[in-house]
């Protein structure tokens, strides 16, 4: 298998939202919302992102709360913590003012009811002037709506979306070392609309194809051998 970052239309719609934030003028907004079900790309499109930008990525864990997420921050951010949380607050938005970049919080699903947390995360938006990035599952977007204040910051949202077939097809292209008829590609989208199912299926597909010598794949062959390993 190829090892490529395929730009899918959520990668490409995720992109468009970063830059628009980075971009941002600093008297305006500058958080954003990413969200979709698991599957669908927004680890990679953020790891991707971050080799790319000056970004500092926080993943919340479950029951993290605003002293540990803050200590998480200062680490990220290169310093040893204070022990006040009052302190750590200080250490984070005195780092992000003298060294700028973008701070992504993955998983935020799991501080949306920790509310002293998430407005933490906002007062640093509104201190340091840095783009803010939130990343989480399905419904998030709904959870947090709660939070009008944080809410109102928030200047561009996109849900990841299940691969389409034209995404299917690029994915396919960019990464199986084995070319796939159309009817394959089709086979694949109709069972698969995740990036991990999808990337499941070239790798053993392609391991089919090299032990019988195929040229290409095809929904016969898909049908035929693969289906019934």
């Known amino acids: 298998m190829n090892k490529t970052f395929v730009k899918t239309k959520n990668v490409k719609a995720f992109v468009s939202l970063a830059t628009k934030l980075k971009n941002t003028p600093n008297n305006a907004p500058k958080m954003g919302l990413i969200f979709g079900e698991p ?23 479950n029951h993290m709360k605003t002293g540990w997420f803050l200590r998480k921050l200062v680490q990220e951010l290169d310093e040893i913590p204070q022990k006040i949380i009052s302190d750590l607050f200080e250490q984070a938005a005195n780092k992000l003012i003298e060294s700028p970049r973008m701070l992504i919080v993955d998983e935020i699903d799991y501080l949306v009811n920790h509310s002293r947390t998430i407005e933490t995360i906002r007062d640093l938006h ?49 990464l199986s070392e084995i070319p796939f008829e159309e009817d394959a590609i089709e086979w694949v989208h109709k069972r698969a609309n995740r990036l991990r199912q999808i990337v499941n299926i070239i790798n053993n597909v392609e391991d089919l194809a090299k032990t019988n010598e195929y040229k290409s794949i095809t929904k016969y062959i898909l049908e035929s051998e693969y289906e019934q390993r």
Not at 47 to 58: E, P, S
């Open 126 to 174: 509104d201190r340091t002037g840095v783009p803010v990035l939130l990343v989480g599952m399905g419904s998030v977007d709904k959870k947090l709506c709660r939070y009008k204040h944080l809410f109102d910051r928030i200047a561009g949202i996109y849900e990841f979306k299940p691969f389409d077939i034209d995404d299917v097809r690029l994915l396919i292209s960019e």
């Open 39 to 61: 599957g669908l790309g927004k680890t990679q499109s953020i790891g991707w992102w971050a080799l790319r930008n000056k970004v500092t990525i926080i993943t919340a864990t």
